[in-house]
Every structure is written in structure tokens, then in C-alpha cells.
């Protein structure tokens, strides 16, 4: 890059827009614990009681519980600053999904929600994103994708919310956590639909790498809905599918092009269950281990 622009080489990054970036023995690893301890000063957070979990078991937060909050302002301010924290930290995505959506009108329950993420947050004030070097990169790289959606998940207006991450090797490259654009018929359509968004975002991941000189080996797409991964295989058009007919043909061509390989993967194993949510404390730290986090945390009090 240096031959090619003009640069001038300032050594290893160690700190960027409140990322700190660590290397040691090929092992990268980003975390936010500056970010996160002025996060819960300026929330007045600091002498919190930790819990083990950054969202409630099986709550779904509405529009029209409790009261309106008293400081629309500050709600705001802190789940901005939550958002931003989700780059290194993809184990509160889903709580801080559920908390954005009420930026307009917050409630005293939604800021409960929050409460409840600062409060994770200051028992795992040190945990961040580990990335190591690929193994036997020579034969291509191995990207698996993770699916999962909950279905009617959303109290209000029914829709499902989607949850996907995508691998490469063992390093999570890419999140995500939303509400789907339409109300989804049946499980099986949710679950496909979200097949559909992670089919999306895995295939600019693959042009990506193979734009600078990467081989891929293998690409799969991991979901625990039988009948999605069914119509993914199936080219018959029925009554069915006909109203995700365009989702259906989306997917069905990357595995044609053998682009993608759906595979399907036990629920207990389903690692995007993470991202669509609340979950017990021995679930949510089982599922938060298989994203390779590194966990620097103190000791967590409370349930979930």
C-alpha cells in the first residue's frame, strides 16, 4: 500500500475510535474496555451489581408497556453508545436490537432493558473479539454461516426477528440482529427468509476475499429448520413458497452454483439463537463461547 499511496508507517495499532487492539503470539484481539467503563460512568452505572445475562429470559419488550421515561434524551444517548459497542460485541446484539427500537417513545420498562445490558456489561467489562491465523489456508478458507429466526418474535406487530454470523475459519467476521420487513406465515418462512439475508451477506464476504486473491473451500450455510433447508433443495414451485418466491430462487441458485451448502444443525448447537433471544444464563454463555470471544470478565452475580 505504501508503493501505491502515500503513507507513512506508524507502527501496530493499538487503539482506534475506542477499539484497543492487542497482538500477541498471532492472535489478535479487540475489545472496548475504555469505551465501556465511560459508558457506565456517564450512566451512573459504575457500582452496578453484575448479572449473568444481558437480556431476560423469553421477555419481549412492546411499545405500550409502563410509562413514558422521564429523559427521552439520555435513553437515547446511552443506546447510541450501546450500538457502537456492538462492533467488538456481538453477545449483546440482540438486547441492544430490542432497546433501539423504542428510540421515538422510550418507556420505563425499555429503560429497565438497559439498565439490565450496562449491568452485564460491567461483570464483562474486558470481553472482546479474539482473531487468530487460519490454518492450512493453502487448500482455501472454510466459511460457515449461522441462521436462526423467532418466529412472530416482535409482541407488536408480529413480524420475526432474523439472526445470522458468518465465520471464516474459526474468526467471526460478520453479525447481525433485525426485524424482518414482513409478517412471516409460518416458521418455516421466517427461517428462510433469514437464510436469505445470511446467503446475502456470506456472498459479499466470498466475492470479498476472492477480489484479493483468497481461495474458498467450502461454504455452509447452517440452519436448524428441516423444511427450509428442503425448499432451499427443491425446484418444484407450489402454493407454499409462492408468496418467498424470490428469496426461494435467490437461495436456490447459490446452491446450484454450489456457492453455499445448506446443512442443518441441531437447535442445542445453533450458535445465531444468540441473536434472536433471551436465553438462560447456561445457554447464552455456552452459545457466547462458540463465537471465540475472549472473556476477561469478573465474577457474575444474579440469574438470568
Known amino acids: 500500500m505504501m508503493q501505491n499511496f502515500k503513507m507513512k508507517e506508524l507502527g501496530d ?6 477499539v484497543e487492539i492487542d497482538r500477541h503470539n498471532n492472535r489478535l484481539t479487540l475489545t472496548q474496555q475504555k469505551y465501556t467503563l465511560d459508558l457506565l ?6 457500582d452496578c451489581k453484575p448479572v449473568g445475562t444481558p437480556s431476560v429470559l423469553n421477555q419481549r419488550l412492546s411499545a405500550q408497556d409502563g410509562e413514558l421515561y422521564e429523559d427521552p434524551t439520555q435513553y437515547r444517548s446511552i443506546v447510541g453508545a450501546l450500538q457502537y459497542l456492538t462492533f ?15 428510540m421515538h417513545a422510550p418507556r420505563d420498562t425499555h429503560m429497565d432493558a438497559v439498565k439490565r ?15 487468530g491465523k487460519s490454518e492450512n489456508i493453502t487448500t482455501g478458507h472454510q466459511l460457515m454461516t449461522f441462521t436462526d429466526a423467532d418466529w412472530a418474535g416482535d409482541p407488536d406487530q408480529r413480524k420475526s426477528i432474523s439472526g445470522f454470523c458468518i465465520f471464516i475459519g474459526r474468526n467471526l467476521v460478520s453479525w447481525s440482529c433485525r426485524k424482518q420487513k414482513a409478517v412471516a406465515r409460518s416458521s418455516t418462512e421466517a427461517e428462510y427468509r433469514c437464510m436469505a ?24 450455510l447452517m440452519c436448524d429448520n428441516q423444511s427450509a433447508i428442503n425448499i432451499a433443495f427443491n425446484p418444484v414451485q407450489h402454493g ?15 446452491v446450484e452454483d454450489k456457492e453455499i451448502q445448506p446443512i442443518y444443525v441441531r437447535t442445542d448447537e445453533q ?13 447464552f454463555w455456552f452459545l457466547k463461547g462458540k463465537l471465540y470471544m475472549v472473556q476477561n470478565h469478573a465474577q457474575l452475580e444474579g440469574g438470568c
Open 41 to 46: 460512568k456517564k450512566s451512573g452505572m459504575s
Open 240 to 254: 407454499r413458497t409462492k408468496h418467498i418466491e424470490i428469496d426461494q430462487h435467490f437461495v436456490r441458485q447459490k
Open 271 to 283: 450458535v445465531a439463537d444468540l441473536f434472536t433471544k433471551g436465553l438462560t444464563k447456561e445457554r
Open 197 to 220: 439475508a445470511g446467503t446475502a451477506e456470506v456472498t459479499w464476504v466470498r466475492h470479498l476475499l476472492e477480489d484479493i486473491g483468497e481461495n474458498i473451500k467450502t461454504s455452509m
Open 88 to 102: 467488538t460485541r456481538p453477545d449483546i446484539i440482540y438486547a441492544v436490537n430490542q432497546v433501539s427500537q423504542f
Open 117 to 131: 445490558i450496562l449491568r452485564y456489561l460491567k461483570g464483562t467489562v474486558g470481553d472482546g473479539l479474539v482473531y
Open 13 to 18: 495499532l493499538r487503539f482506534f475510535l475506542g
